[in-house]
């Protein structure tokens, strides 16, 4: 997608500017965010230039009548909405999505939602977040890709595509946030500071919008965090030098809600309209929430304050959007084709896409369950409606339970529901009648989890563990001796360590939206074998934050089993008894790696994948950059079912001028294979891949010569490896 326009559309948005006055350019330069309709109606009569609104066709489209008949200029508004994993029909969150390690999945939610928000007059969502989260304390990592900068880049990239299309109806004008560091807020803690070198932020953190801008997204958004001291709504060394400059991206740069006026209580704004002469001249685009242009019309700031050029910049920026989508010869939608209730398209297309995304922690064989079982479920989330996630619309689709959701595909055996457990209060009355309900049955759910509210923005958490009682449960029906499965429903990962040993058997389901309880019986049943794999590394403890699996090599690094951590980087305690260790990197009272690695995840089958072949293992740099690496591996379902295998890539460089991470990912694939069947996966490695961006003055990829580890396997702890040289 393109947001290049044709000479006549350029001479009409020049014709546009040159007779816009200065205050009705500043009014293209804001969103009104979240008026009543009487507000909002208003202010597009004014020339506003954006609205946050929920969508309804014949509001928007009245919006729309307004601007074009009622306005001096007759020119359409944008209508932006949080459209982040489903508009009616609730997709599962960006999280799990990236569990599936399917980018397809990703493309799939932001078509649909595309087609369901734009019905209703919405042309742009805020969406998707791209924010590299390694920290769980974090609230708003249910919202984005994960721990690894490829894995955010790759999904925001297909969502982008989603989103935008041909831009043409039906699609929505994208938006990558939250630029730039976000998700690497000091303790986890929301709105936080970052403070991070230009090396950590270009080979980490600013990756995926450079991809975003590549795969022409329409919008990036500010985050709410400064860098190195500096607010990013104030940063121009990020919006212009880098963005706009280096990237050469041609959409928006918009802020995020008060974004703007927040530089007053960051301490680097005297009053609300010093901050918006620093956004503006800084490089950002639009402001959210309606602060350029006061109650009275007047603009709270003079081309003394920020240069005309930088204004018209801007204001051209906005229009080219407004042409792109094809608002600018028709802003309406048919009314009467408005979507409001998920079709069974849809609904088919989001039980497909969560039942790709849970993640088989552990199995002692009790899943799958025999449909003639006889099954109790208890956990709050035996009967708990609360599968949509965290940011969704009021009006979207809501989910049925797990135990409704079972019954009904389980028509020969027997199930049974108890609530066991509360998620913000005991109840030992209830862990005795489950325990003594559990004994008179095949096999026992426990379905525990963090609730939708305890994620999302401003839901940063200290203590990761289950709430409640929910932990005591497990123990309680562990005890027992009944076959029983963990399935645990949430938005983040949580701390296991209290309860992981007590329970053989364990489902991440995340939180999947719509039909995230259909999608969990058929996995339990073993209607299809679970295949995501974990986009993020689940520590054992809080205080192990962050344990990212593709961490820097460190100069003191724990020898395990004889081997260097960059080779195995899971088990054994080392403490003050194992003197070869003692002056290591590491926890004293904690073993190393964490709980479930960066990229595991089991099956209901077994797969055995051969040692990556490089056909060329020599290569020049030139070649790498002009051609790249051919890298092939073959998989084979050498176990008894029909199920799915991620073939995932790392690389490591061996020997850098700079301290490299001790993995990177750099290519999934995941396919489904047959009982005995195999295929050869193919993959190819590019300067990207192979080199880094240096810490120099000037923005440089570099790819240095010398040797390469190619691993390719199942998880980041389960690889084969070939060399590469690169010349």
Request: with cysteine; charged share 20%.
């Amino acid at each position: 997608m393109s947001l290049e326009l044709d000479p006549q559309h350029e001479r009409a948005i020049d014709d546009l500017i040159a007779r816009l006055s200065w205050e009705e350019k500043l009014a293209q330069l804001q969103i009104a965010y979240r008026p009543r309709f009487e507000d909002a109606a208003a202010l597009v009569r004014s020339g506003i230039g954006a609205v946050f609104w929920p969508g309804d066709a014949d509001r928007t489209n009245e919006l729309q009548r307004v601007a074009r008949e009622e306005s001096a200029h007759g020119i359409p508004v944008l209508v932006g909405l949080d459209v982040i994993h489903g508009q009616y029909t609730i997709f599962p969150t960006p999280l799990a999505q990236a569990a599936s390690f399917d980018p397809e999945v990703a493309a799939m939610d932001a078509r649909t939602s595309a087609a369901e928000a734009a019905s209703g007059g919405v042309t742009w969502t805020f969406s998707p977040m791209i924010d590299v989260s390694p920290d769980p304390r974090w609230g708003r990592i249910v919202e984005g890709f994960g721990e690894d900068p490829w894995l955010n880049a790759v999904f925001g990239a297909a969502k982008v595509r989603g989103y935008q299309g041909d831009l043409g109806a039906g699609t929505l004008l994208a938006c990558a946030k939250h630029y730039v560091a976000y998700g690497l807020a000091e303790g986890g803690r929301d709105y936080n500071t970052v403070d991070a070198s230009e090396y950590r932020l270009r080979n980490g953190a600013a990756e995926p919008f450079r991809v975003a801008v590549e795969a022409g997204v329409a919008s990036v958004m500010a985050s709410f965090n400064t860098v190195a001291g500096r607010p990013m709504h104030a940063n121009r060394r990020w919006l212009t030098e880098v963005l706009k400059t280096e990237w050469a991206h041609a959409g928006l740069v918009v802020g995020d809600a008060d974004g703007v006026v927040q530089l007053v209580p960051h301490g680097v704004a005297a009053t609300e309209a010093d901050a918006v002469a620093l956004a503006l001249t800084a490089g950002l685009d639009v402001e959210m929430g309606g602060h350029v242009i006061a109650s009275d019309g007047r603009a709270v700031v003079t081309e003394a304050d920020v240069p005309l050029a930088r204004i018209d910049d801007a204001v051209r920026r906005v229009l080219r959007l407004k042409f792109a989508r094809g608002l600018m010869t028709d802003p309406f939608v048919d009314a009467g084709a408005e979507v409001r209730v998920p079709s069974s398209e849809t609904l088919a297309a989001a039980r497909e896409a969560a039942r790709r995304c849970p993640v088989l922690l552990a199995n002692d064989g009790t899943l799958p369950i025999a449909p003639t079982a006889s099954v109790l479920v208890v956990g709050p989330y035996a009967e708990s409606t609360d599968h949509l996630g965290t940011w969704t619309q009021s009006f979207a689709a809501k989910s049925g339970s797990l135990v409704d959701a079972l019954r009904a595909a389980m028509p020969e055996g027997r199930v049974t529901s108890l609530p066991g457990a509360q998620f913000f209060r005991r109840d030992p009355a209830g862990q005795v009648e489950a325990v003594r309900a559990a004994r008179q049955h095949d096999v026992v759910i426990v379905a525990v989890g963090e609730p939708s509210s305890l994620s999302g923005e401003a839901s940063s958490r200290s203590d990761l563990t289950l709430t409640g009682d929910q932990a005591d449960l497990i123990h309680s029906i562990a005890a027992t001796g009944v076959p029983f499965a963990v399935v645990l429903v949430t938005g983040r990962p949580l701390i296991m360590s209290e309860w992981i040993d007590a329970a053989p058997s364990v489902l991440l389901a995340w939180h999947l939206g719509t039909q995230g309880p259909q999608a969990i019986a058929d996995l339990l049943l073993g209607v299809v074998s679970p295949g995501g794999k974990l986009p993020v590394s689940i520590p054992r403890s809080v205080g192990q934050i962050p344990v990212t699996y593709d961490h820097e090599n460190t100069g003191r690094p724990p020898r395990i089993r004889g081997q260097l951590e960059h080779v195995e980087i899971d088990v054994a305690v080392v403490g003050p008894g194992n003197t070869d260790d003692y002056y290591t990197s590491k926890y004293l009272d904690l073993d190393l790696g964490p709980q479930f690695a960066f990229g595991h995840g089991l099956s209901y089958s077994t797969f055995e994948i051969s040692a990556p072949v490089i056909p060329s293992p020599v290569v020049d740099a030139a070649t790498v950059a002009t051609e790249g690496v051919r890298v092939t591996a073959t998989v084979t379902n050498t176990g008894e079912v029909t199920a799915d295998e991620v073939v995932q890539l790392y690389v490591r460089d061996v020997v850098a001028s700079l301290a490299r991470p001790v993995r990177r990912l750099r290519g999934m694939r995941r396919v489904t294979l047959a009982p005995g069947a195999s295929t050869r996966v193919e993959f190819t490695l590019g300067a990207h891949d192979l080199g880094f961006w240096g810490d120099g003055p000037t923005a440089e990829l570099i790819v240095e010569p010398g040797e390469f580890e190619v691993h390719v396997g199942g998880s980041v702890q389960s690889t084969r490896v070939a060399s590469l040289t690169v010349r």
